[in-house]
């Protein structure tokens, strides 16, 4: 069966400093892999989707950045966080080249900027 | 452009009641949809999809969705609730351009009152 891994599940850090979250999935090759932030009490906002090693889609201007250095890894990146970073980060991944099956997601972390 | 429309922010039930979340959506093209549900600080879990075939589809923990295609509309239904239904529902839309994409809305908060 897949599975899919984010880490950490929780994450404080300062203004201005960098940020790496990442994504790894199991039991699957070749998946579309996908960042979504959600902010308090709010739906989820698409920020990045590949479709394969080193394949990014960014859905909207923002202060971070995304890599796929391998198949089923996927990492989320800031050089100078800003506190409208703040949120819950969430990977979901779904199989390729087929829109109606569905996204599965990890279990999110929650990043704090102070 | 594909988008999701959940016409109740919250909704406070009692306990063994029945209960009905609303969802609406526009799209020009054939969809597919699907519910989600959010524990708190975690990730999303899949309830249940509509690809084709029959417009009654059931999910897990005795959810269960009806699709109208003539009201655009694909409500989340329940007999009867338990306090662990309370959680946050996500209805989306799959969008298809290459990568799969799902379109949110916004959110159903569900308070399961004894």
């Known amino acids: 069966s897949q599975t899919i891994h984010q880490w950490p599940a929780t994450l404080v850090q300062p203004v201005g400093s960098p940020l790496s979250l990442e994504c790894t999935v199991e039991g699957t090759s070749n998946p579309n892999l996908y960042w979504y932030r959600q902010a308090a009490g709010r739906g989820l906002q698409l920020l990045f989707y590949s479709v394969g090693i080193g394949q990014i889609s960014s859905e909207v201007p923002q202060n971070l950045s995304a890599s796929r250095p391998q198949d089923r890894q996927f990492i989320l990146s800031s050089k100078k966080l800003l506190l409208s970073d703040s949120g819950f980060y969430l990977c979901a991944w779904s199989r390729w080249g087929a829109p109606n099956q569905p996204q599965h997601f990890g279990d999110g972390t929650r990043l704090s900027i102070l | 452009a594909q988008s999701v429309t959940q016409l109740d922010s919250q909704v406070p039930v009692f306990e063994e009641a029945p209960v009905e979340l609303r969802c609406n959506y526009s799209?020009?093209?054939?969809?597919?949809l699907f519910w989600y549900v959010q524990y708190p600080n975690q990730g999303l879990q899949l309830l249940l999809k509509y690809l084709s075939g029959s417009t009654l589809v059931k999910g897990i923990n005795g959810f269960e969705a009806e699709f109208n295609k003539s009201q655009t509309s694909f409500h989340l239904r329940k007999p009867s609730v338990h306090i662990s239904d309370t959680a946050e529902y996500f209805c989306?839309?799959?969008?298809?351009?290459?990568?799969?994409?799902?379109?949110f809305g916004q959110g159903t908060r569900l308070t399961i009152n004894p």
């Open positions: 799209s020009s093209v054939s969809v597919y």
């Open positions: 989306a839309v799959s969008v298809s351009q290459g990568a799969q994409k799902l379109v």
